[in-house]
């Protein structure tokens, strides 16, 4: 979960989210559309308060949810 926003934290979040995906992708490789439905959002891999800071102040969003509701209606 992504709790910092310094570059080391970032990097290495990046180094794990890739691992994860590429576990994902093995253990669901005969069956694709598993994929989608067991990989974890980049969103929830945010600790809600900070995705709460960065969709004010970087984003201009009022609200955390604001992303998921203008791409998922």
Do not use: Q
Not at 37 to 66: I, R
């Amino acid at each position: 979960m992504v709790e910092s926003t310094s570059h080391a934290a970032l990097v290495e979040w990046k180094r794990r989210r890739k691992e994860y995906e590429n576990e994902v992708a093995g253990r669901c490789s005969r069956d694709p559309e598993r994929i989608a439905k067991m990989t974890t959002s980049v969103a929830n891999s945010f600790s809600y308060s900070l995705l709460e800071v960065l969709c004010d102040l970087e984003w201009g969003l009022d609200n955390a949810n604001e992303p998921t509701r203008k791409r998922y209606p």
